[in-house]
């Protein structure tokens, strides 16, 4: 099995439809693992009969504990895990293999993503950058997307590199610690592979995401707190030389919508921007 993605679900019905579509027609050898935990929106009505995923209904202790139980059932060589309101752009996992069969020593890569509204609008792009410690602890903020991040199956079974389920909002930056604090081999996959959908109610936004943000970055040295302005001053820098605020040539998307889930839409970007206005 070259691909093991996991989806954390909960009263989702309606994005989860458009997710498993877009990990479906990837066109390579893959298993979608949805682990519900135990929703009564419908989703426990027709997730068991949708032959394009295996699905998993139990009582979780909050997103991350859910992509940890879909990663102990996992078969493949690379992980991910995408969240219900997040979709693979079109060619995404057959990039991915061929990135990861081209950097044999790279255990995580990290590509770009598209920000867009609940239609599919295009509001913004995510460009990614290599994590730094630092900025990572204390911006509030990372250089990544995690639907746009893909790892092998060892930094898990072997160097146990599990997501910290006592922490329902910041533990990908938890992670991104631990990879940083392990050494773990990086790199970036210069390739748009995912759509963010900002819903108006992510999770990053909610008061509890906004408390665990404050806690994590309360932990820091106050030597590092008080350095977070330089920090972030010096991640945009490295954001310009890496041409992540260049203008760029209009482009186009393909996604699944709400008003078509069983065909992509394609959408025109015609002012492409680094700028996540909400």
Same mark, same amino acid.
């Given at each position: ?189 210069? /390739? ?33 707190? /008080?350095? /977070? ?45 680094? /700028?996540?206005?909400?």
């Amino acid at each position: 099995m070259r691909f093991s993605i996991i989806t954390p679900s909960f009263r989702n019905s309606d994005w989860l439809k458009l997710c498993i579509a877009s990990v479906a027609d990837q066109g390579v050898e893959s298993e979608h693992i949805v682990q519900d935990a135990c929703s009564d929106d419908g989703t426990q009505e027709w997730l068991p009969h949708d032959p394009r995923v295996t699905a998993f209904f139990e009582k979780d202790r909050g997103m991350y504990d859910a992509v940890n139980r879909g990663f102990r059932r996992a078969k493949g060589e690379i992980l991910a895990y995408i969240n219900c309101d997040e979709q693979y752009l079109p060619g995404t996992l057959p990039a991915v293999w061929e990135f990861f069969q081209s950097h044999p020593k790279v255990e995580v890569a990290f590509a770009h993503s598209i920000v867009i509204g609940p239609d599919g609008d295009y509001r913004c792009e995510r460009r990614a950058c290599l994590p730094g410690r630092w900025h990572s602890w204390v911006s509030g903020s990372l250089a990544i997307l995690t639907a746009a991040t893909f790892y092998r199956r060892s930094l898990i079974t072997d160097r146990g590199l599990w997501f910290d389920a006592d922490h329902r909002d910041v533990s990908d930056a938890l992670w991104v610690l631990k990879l940083i604090e392990n050494r773990v081999s990086m790199a970036v996959l210069d /390739r748009f592979t995912s759509a963010f959908t900002d819903t108006g109610d992510n999770m990053n936004l909610r008061p509890n995401a906004v408390r665990e943000k404050a806690e994590l970055f309360g932990r820091a040295p106050v030597w590092l707190r /008080r350095s /977070r302005p330089l920090l972030v001053a010096h991640f945009r820098l490295r954001r310009l030389l890496a041409g992540h605020y260049r203008r760029r040539a209009p482009y186009d998307y393909a996604i699944y919508t709400k008003a078509s889930p069983k065909a992509r839409t394609t959408f025109h970007a015609a002012q492409p921007t680094f /700028r996540w206005v909400r």
